[in-house]
């Protein structure tokens, strides 16, 4: 369950009466864009796609000898099964990332890992991205030269249905190779094998994950007065006059799910608009109650320049109850007998308060738990509202034409070919 609190934003329920129009407007705009092939609107059929979901089962299935999972990736290739593979891996499988090309840390892990118990997936939609085409090198090289012939078994590529070097690197060598939708862009292939490879082999329940995903289609998909996507949309749109908006989640399981909606968001809304404006607010990611001893200072007294979103479980699938200790009664006996949770709730709810006080404007989106069904649905609504954004934007959220230039300057530096000057 997901569920929506405005309660510090009074205004806000007659300004979601008077924009009706306009929200129906961008969802009509959205969903007529369905139709063109070009549109990359794929994720909005992922969490249907059953056969995907059997394809990476049997694949988890045949492979039980697995201990290590090394994740090659960067950006909407690794943030999504980061988050989720954190939130919810209930196997004995490790998970390491290379989303990054600093040497230091790729020797440590090389030198840690038991390439016979180890499974490398490689994970690029275009196949062109540099520091997982040098991750790739790396780690395709320690395979062959510890397993000889075997390395093939030891390499997953999860790539293009049709293009890039992997999908080639695939044909040629006979590898295992999963499809990213070709209408499915990075940022938004979370529920593709993207991330539902690595979970499987993290033991996560992806059906519930799934299931939650489709509820957050139909409730996207329902009249205005229950279409939760449109109201956080509207949300972001009354206060994009604000520059910063805080993504605050209460939940240690959740500690990557900021970083996660960052991307999805910045990169989604943070460009040219049709007239060429300059639009986008700026998500800032944050984490309760570690930030409450870091940032809220800031968030409370510093520049009301922000839209705080909280992000908070309303139940915990296990509470711990905190015992009485002879000798800490006086700073700690308020604490005794109290479960973690409720203290990490009161907490939430108290920041809540502290925040609204101050005239910060924020909202709170409550999930029922930290579960693979409420967190598909948080994601999937996530990506409904920044797809709404884009229509009421006037931007396409499915490109990111700003991080080309940077792309094609590290190529020349490196000497790649064309790209010279
Ligand atoms: O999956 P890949 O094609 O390797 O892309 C990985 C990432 O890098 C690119 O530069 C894009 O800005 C991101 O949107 C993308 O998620």
Redesign the pocket.
Do not use: H, L, P
């Given at each position: 369950m997901l569920r929506l609190d405005t309660r510090f934003l009074p205004d806000f329920p007659q300004a979601f009466k008077e924009h009706g129009p306009l929200l129906l407007q961008a969802r009509e705009a959205l969903l007529a864009k369905r139709k063109d092939p070009q549109s990359m609107l794929g994720w909005m059929d992922l969490p249907e796609d059953t056969e995907t979901l059997r394809e990476v089962r049997r694949f988890r299935e045949a492979n039980p000898w697995v201990e290590d999972f090394v994740l090659l990736?960067?950006?909407?290739?690794a943030l999504g099964p980061k988050a989720l593979e954190a939130a919810f891996n209930g196997s004995s499988v490790r998970f390491h990332y290379v989303d990054h090309v600093e040497p230091e840390p790729v020797l440590r892990l090389l030198r840690g890992l038991d390439p016979r118990k180890t499974l490398v997936n490689a994970?690029?939609?275009?196949?062109?991205?540099a520091e997982?085409l040098a991750a790739l090198l790396v780690f395709l090289n320690w395979l062959r030269e510890h397993l000889g012939e075997d390395w093939r078994r030891h390499l997953v590529l999860t790539t293009d249905p049709k293009r890039?070097a992997l999908r080639a690197l695939a044909e040629r060598e006979g590898l295992r190779a999963f499809a990213?939708p070709e209408n499915v862009?990075?940022?938004f292939?979370v529920l593709s094998p993207v991330g539902l490879l690595p979970l499987a082999f993290a033991g996560a329940d992806l059906e519930a994950l799934l299931m939650g995903a489709r509820k957050a289609n139909e409730v996207a998909l329902a009249p205005l007065e229950e279409n939760l996507p449109l109201q956080t949309a509207l949300l972001q749109h009354l206060h994009r006059h604000l520059p910063v908006t805080v993504f605050m989640v209460y939940s240690e399981r959740l500690k990557y799910l900021p970083a996660w909606f960052v991307?999805l968001h910045d990169?989604s809304l943070g460009k040219r608009d049709e007239e060429g404006n300059r639009v986008g607010t700026t998500a800032v990611p944050a984490l309760g109650p570690q930030d409450q001893h870091a940032q809220v200072q800031l968030f409370r007294e510093g520049p009301l320049d922000k839209l705080i979103v909280l992000v908070v479980p309303e139940g915990a699938t296990e509470d711990l109850l905190l015992p009485r200790v002879e000798g800490l009664e006086g700073e700690a006996g308020y604490l005794f007998g109290k479960g973690l949770f409720q203290l990490l709730k009161a907490e939430a709810e108290a920041t809540y308060q502290a925040l609204a006080e101050a005239g910060q404007r924020v909202y709170t989106l409550y999930l029922s738990e930290v579960s693979p069904y409420a967190v598909g649905w948080l994601l999937q609504h996530l990506m409904w509202q920044t797809a709404f954004l884009g229509e009421l934007w006037r931007v396409n959220a499915f490109d990111?034409p700003g991080?080309e230039l940077g792309?094609r300057l590290t190529f020349a530096l490196l000497g790649r070919p064309g790209y010279g000057s």
């Open positions: 990736g960067i950006g909407g290739s994970v690029s939609k275009s196949g062109a991205t997982t890039g990213i862009g990075g940022r292939s991307q990169e990111q991080v792309k």
